[in-house]
């Protein structure tokens, strides 16, 4: 690594600190820039990315500690030194607590100063040489929550990954609960619009008004009730991305509306006439079949075309069946912390019972069931009883790809053997056939009552 | 078009710096070397509570007050005062890069500062790599990462005495086509 391809940012309001700082690396021959606020700061990391910041703590608008933070949160292998007045060290002492690299106090020891960049660049050296073997392993970079080795989801964020280098609008579609806003924040934390916001809205659970307003925004007064002004959601995604989930579910006038933004990337605010240049991607969702929608007039063929220039599939649970014990496992994790609950794993009947069970309701619904068998649960275990499965009786019609009579009647008899805790006479009864009939069955669907001997 | 180099001191008491200094920089640099003086006041550039000069405020009396046209030389100020920008403790000089102006002190090229004995040869030749190198960076040079280059950056003054008071051969060819 050349100087030379290190880049440096100076953020200080104060210009002769940026000026001296400035010639002092360029003769280094880093690759030098400054920013005077956060604001503009925030712009040049939307232009490129840099190696080393040298960030004033105190500044006017959003103070240093809250942009480090920022940076830490984006990208943590990005070295912030905090640059700050003698008075503060213990603001400084809290920026390294948040994972600044150090901290110079002003007026600075060049020495110091020197010997610090030294460091920094070899711990810089270290993390590309460690990002290059992460990269070399595995090439995505995925929000946390986003779990799984199954050949489906890899599909899927390779996707992700593909498109999300380009800037093109992105519609994903799949089932209720397959975790499509996942896939739309991970396209935008691999994107250049990382570090601009990500702003989603509910298309589906909002009228008409209050969905124009949330957009929009408003000018005080605007109408009765607006007494003060508010920024809406396409203002506020400017320079990142806007996610419209359940776009299927807007109003012809909201499509004509929306339609008009997409095609001008300008937009007034409710009550003004000032257009607003708009510059962000958009990822929109939905469940519905928007085709059929077009074809029978309920949505707009101009805006169909305009959103889903690139589509993303999400799979149903059901087709990823290898990453269920993982999701499982990964929700039972976070809710046994967040309850603080000593149960320490999932019984395996109840682990075969989540694995062989559709989830029509998908990864929410997954989420749902293991959050309720934690908050039951007394035991050291989840126990089969622990689980109920809510869509399994109501909603069971949802299942497409495995409606069938005799998957309906496999389900109900492995749920029977489990509510009775495999009775036979008594699943028998329930089911009101004999118990050479229930053997059969049995036999015919490899029904186990493994680990409960 | 820089034809000369031009050594100005300001409120220099040992005259006996420059004789060898004059030498060294027409060998390295191969251009006409003078002494001139010029209307600088330094006490326009002290700073009462840091007990130091500005040493961008004596660049800009140097330049304002050049004793040649600022296109025909590369002008070298040079003094004994300790020497600061506002965002540091201290430095040992400041350059233009690719600009007109440089300065240099010696108040912390000397062993006295640090609490060691005083020694003239030594000084010297600390004085002739600080000068080469800030002129360097008038004629657009970098810093080199050449351990034995004089543009290598010395962090303490005993990184100094590790380099040479030469150009390396790429940061040489630099310089001849930064005078052109
Ligand atoms: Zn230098
Ligand atoms: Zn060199």
Same mark, same amino acid.
């Given at each position: ?453 | ?10 409120? /220099?008491?040992?005259? &006996?710096? @420059?004789?060898?200094?004059? !030498?060294?920089? +027409? ?23 840091? /007990?130091?000069?500005? &040493?961008? @405020?004596?660049?800009?009396? !140097?330049?304002? +007050? ?115």
């Amino acid at each position: 690594m050349k100087i030379k391809d290190v880049s440096l940012l100076i953020v200080d309001d104060e210009f002769s600190v940026r000026d001296s700082l400035e010639q002092w690396f360029r003769m280094d021959g880093f690759d030098v820039d400054t920013a005077e606020d956060t604001k503009q700061a925030f712009e040049k990391f939307r232009l490129k990315k840099w190696d080393i910041v040298l960030l004033d703590i105190k500044m006017p608008g959003m103070d240093g500690i809250e942009f480090n933070k920022h940076i830490m949160s984006v990208n943590p292998d990005i070295i912030v030194i905090i640059i700050t007045a003698f008075a503060s060290v213990e603001t400084a002492v809290q920026a390294i607590k948040d994972g600044a690299f150090d901290y110079v106090s002003k007026p600075l020891d060049p020495e110091h100063l020197s010997n610090l960049i030294r460091n920094a660049l070899e711990k810089q050296q270290l993390t590309q040489e460690n990002i290059k073997l992460r990269e070399r392993i595995e090439d995505l970079t995925t929000p946390d929550d986003i779990i799984g080795t199954s050949d489906a989801l890899r599909k899927v964020l390779r996707l992700v990954v593909n498109v999300a280098k380009t800037d093109s609008t992105v519609m994903i579609r799949g089932e209720s609960g397959t975790g499509k806003e996942l896939i739309a924040r991970a396209i935008h934390a691999n994107s250049i619009r990382k570090y601009a916001p990500i702003i989603s809205i509910n298309c589906g659970g909002l009228t008409e008004t209050l969905l124009e307003s949330e957009l929009f925004g408003h000018e005080k007064g605007a109408y009765t009730g607006a007494d003060r002004l508010r920024i809406g959601k396409l203002e506020r995604a400017n320079k990142g991305t806007i996610f419209f989930d359940e776009i299927g579910n807007i109003s012809m006038k909201m499509q004509m509306d929306l339609l008009r933004v997409l095609e001008t990337k300008q937009f007034t605010r409710l009550g003004s006439d000032k257009p607003i240049d708009v510059d962000f991607r958009v990822v929109s969702a939905t469940n519905r079949d928007l085709e059929k929608a077009v074809k029978e007039g309920y949505f707009r063929e101009d805006l169909y075309f305009r959103l889903n220039v690139v589509t993303i599939d999400v799979p149903p649970l059901r087709d990823r069946q290898k990453d269920i014990p993982l999701l499982a496992r990964y929700f039972f994790n976070l809710f046994t912390k967040a309850m603080v609950k000593p149960i320490k794993d999932i019984h395996p009947e109840a682990m075969r019972m989540i694995e062989n069970y559709k989830w029509p309701g998908n990864i929410r619904e997954l989420r749902n069931v293991i959050e309720r068998a934690i908050v039951i649960c007394d035991k050291e275990l989840i126990l089969p009883e622990n689980l109920s499965f809510p869509f399994e009786s109501m909603n069971a019609h949802v299942i497409t790809s495995d409606d069938s009579l005799e998957a309906a009647e496999h389900r109900q008899i492995q749920r029977v053997l489990t509510k009775t805790g495999w009775q036979l006479t008594k699943t028998a009864e329930i089911l009101k056939i004999d118990r050479t009939t229930l053997y059969n069955k049995i036999k015919k669907y490899n029904l186990h009552k493994d680990g409960d001997e | 078009m820089s034809k000369n180099i031009c050594i100005v001191p300001v409120e /220099l008491n040992d005259y &006996s710096l @420059i004789e060898n200094l004059v !030498l060294y920089l +027409n060998q390295t640099f191969e251009f006409p070397v003078h002494v001139k003086t010029a209307n600088i006041k330094p006490h326009l550039a002290y700073d009462q509570r840091r /007990l130091q000069y500005s &040493s961008s @405020i004596l660049l800009k009396q !140097l330049i304002d +007050n050049s004793p040649e046209p600022l296109n025909q030389s590369k002008f070298l100020a040079l003094c004994e005062f300790d020497l600061f920008i506002p965002i540091f403790t201290y430095v040992f000089g400041e350059a233009q890069l690719n600009g007109p102006a440089a300065i240099v002190s010696v108040h912390r090229l000397q062993n006295e500062f640090y609490g060691g004995s005083s020694d003239r040869e030594v000084l010297r030749e600390r004085l002739i790599k600080e000068a080469t190198h800030e002129l360097g960076h008038t004629f657009g040079l970098y810093h080199c990462l050449h351990p034995k280059c004089v543009m290598n950056f010395s962090t303490y003054v005993e990184d100094i005495d590790d380099k040479s008071p030469l150009f390396c051969d790429q940061c040489k060819a630099e310089v001849i086509a930064g005078g052109e």
